[in-house]
């Protein structure tokens, strides 16, 4: 676990000293993140990995994902073994383990112009994929299984709190509803299995996670801001940027994601939220503008000519509420501020800052 940068080590321990999780339950167990290339699954198996040579828990690890190279680099990293394929076409691992005590089933299409250009691949990749881990993880005699959702599943809707009970409108004229509206589709395969067969899965649905390990060429917006920072330029929006973002730090998130597997309810979801960083996109960049950077750089709208195809959800305006999530012990650390010093840290080889969380 050399390789890890200074902020990445310390958000791994953040995760593995947390003793609201049991972690002795993965004693002698065998554990699958599938999507371990991503970023998401990444900071999951650095954990897993992390616990069990503190923990000494014997626990068997295995990664899947479609980037050979990230996987293999990670399996070489954190000594866990690394099986490249596509989701749905699970062979490989049907092969490899005649058990399967936890899975984190995190595989997804996350690009947002692949939404509108290629809604169909999104459909088939999740729903597929999806199903074929269901019954994977049935198969194995799995012991719980947390499905990696999104809080894109809500859709649009008036309420200015929501729960895990408040779905709202998705818009199924347009291409870019394929995302949630799969999401909804593959959750329904979990309540399903969870109803039929007894089958111990749960839902995680997670805000927009981001936070040191993600990638410095990383389209979304937040992984914009930060780079505007360290390059001293203006920060660009593309749209108005009214929508209300709801978002969580990857070590809270990952946190979460432990708290579901070992506490959650059968077929039921949970969110993965911090309620106290929502802010629109504009408020968000104006923070990073002004109390990260200092008022060095300011913020700039400049609408581009292809905007209607260029892969931009539609704008939503509720804040997710945490609260069943944080019933089993969860509770988030980290507040924008720190959010953007630590993924700046991690993306310049510097230490830690030294702060007041918000």
């Given at each position: 676990?050399?390789?890890?940068?200074?902020?990445?080590?310390?958000?791994?321990?953040?995760?593995?000293?947390?003793?609201?999780?049991?972690?002795?339950?993965?004693?002698?167990?065998?554990?699958?993140?599938?999507?371990?290339?991503?970023?998401?699954?990444?900071?999951?198996?650095?954990?897993?990995?992390?616990?069990?040579?503190?923990?000494?828990?014997?626990?068997?690890?295995?990664?899947?994902?479609?980037?050979?190279?990230?996987?293999?680099?990670?399996?070489?990293?954190l000594g866990l073994e690394f099986f490249c394929g596509d989701i749905c076409r699970p062979s490989l691992i049907t092969d490899?383990?005649?058990?399967?005590?936890?899975?984190?089933?995190?595989?997804?299409?996350?690009?947002?112009?692949?939404?509108?250009?290629?809604s169909a691949d999104v459909i088939t990749t999740m729903v597929d994929g999806t199903r074929n881990m269901l019954e994977l993880?049935?198969?194995?005699?799995?012991?719980?299984?947390?499905?990696?959702?999104?809080?894109?599943?809500?859709?649009?809707?008036?309420?200015?709190?929501?729960?895990?009970?408040?779905?709202?409108?998705?818009?199924?004229?347009?291409?870019?509803?394929?995302?949630?509206?799969?999401?909804?589709?593959?959750?329904?395969?979990?309540?399903?299995?969870?109803?039929?067969?007894?089958?111990?899965?749960?839902?995680?649905?997670?805000?927009?996670?981001?936070?040191?390990?993600?990638?410095?060429?990383?389209?979304?917006?937040?992984?914009?801001?930060?780079?505007?920072?360290?390059?001293?330029?203006?920060?660009?929006?593309?749209?108005?940027?009214?929508?209300?973002?709801?978002?969580?730090?990857?070590?809270?998130?990952?946190?979460?994601?432990?708290?579901?597997?070992?506490?959650?309810?059968?077929?039921?979801?949970?969110?993965?939220?911090?309620?106290?960083?929502?802010?629109?996109?504009?408020?968000?960049?104006?923070?990073?503008?002004?109390?990260?950077?200092?008022?060095?750089?300011?913020?700039?709208?400049?609408?581009?000519?292809?905007?209607?195809?260029?892969?931009?959800?539609?704008?939503?305006?509720?804040?997710?509420?945490?609260?069943?999530?944080?019933?089993?012990?969860?509770?988030?650390?980290?507040?924008?501020?720190?959010?953007?010093?630590?993924?700046?840290?991690?993306?310049?080889?510097?230490?830690?800052?030294?702060?007041?969380?918000?």
């Amino acid at each position: 676990m050399e390789n890890m940068s200074k902020v990445v080590r310390a958000d791994v321990y953040d995760v593995i000293s947390d003793q609201n999780i049991p972690w002795n339950e993965l004693r002698d167990s065998t554990v699958l993140v599938t999507g371990a290339t991503g970023f998401i699954g990444g900071a999951l198996v650095r954990a897993l990995a992390s616990a069990n040579a503190e923990y000494n828990l014997n626990a068997r690890l295995i990664g899947h994902g479609r980037n050979r190279n990230k996987g293999e680099a990670l399996a070489q990293e954190l000594g866990l073994e690394f099986f490249c394929g596509d989701i749905c076409r699970p062979s490989l691992i049907t092969d490899v383990t005649d058990r399967l005590d936890y899975v984190f089933h995190c595989a997804t299409i996350t690009k947002s112009v692949a939404m509108a250009a290629k809604s169909a691949d999104v459909i088939t990749t999740m729903v597929d994929g999806t199903r074929n881990m269901l019954e994977l993880a049935r198969e194995k005699l799995c012991r719980s299984f947390v499905y990696v959702s999104s809080m894109e599943i809500y859709g649009q809707t008036e309420k200015r709190e929501v729960n895990e009970n408040d779905l709202g409108y998705l818009d199924l004229s347009n291409p870019w509803s394929c995302y949630p509206e799969s999401k909804r589709f593959c959750e329904m395969l979990c309540v399903v299995n969870a109803a039929e067969y007894g089958f111990n899965v749960k839902i995680a649905r997670l805000a927009q996670i981001f936070g040191a390990g993600i990638s410095k060429d990383d389209a979304r917006v937040f992984a914009q801001f930060a780079r505007s920072v360290i390059e001293g330029r203006d920060v660009e929006l593309h749209t108005e940027s009214k929508s209300h973002g709801n978002y969580c730090y990857i070590s809270d998130a990952v946190r979460g994601l432990m708290t579901v597997v070992f506490k959650g309810k059968t077929g039921e979801a949970y969110n993965i939220t911090n309620p106290a960083v929502g802010a629109t996109i504009h408020e968000m960049a104006e923070l990073v503008a002004n109390e990260v950077c200092g008022d060095k750089i300011k913020v700039i709208v400049n609408f581009p000519e292809d905007i209607q195809t260029s892969g931009y959800a539609p704008d939503v305006g509720y804040t997710l509420n945490a609260d069943k999530l944080k019933a089993l012990g969860w509770t988030p650390k980290y507040g924008f501020d720190e959010m953007y010093r630590r993924i700046l840290a991690d993306w310049q080889g510097s230490t830690i800052p030294k702060i007041d969380r918000r």
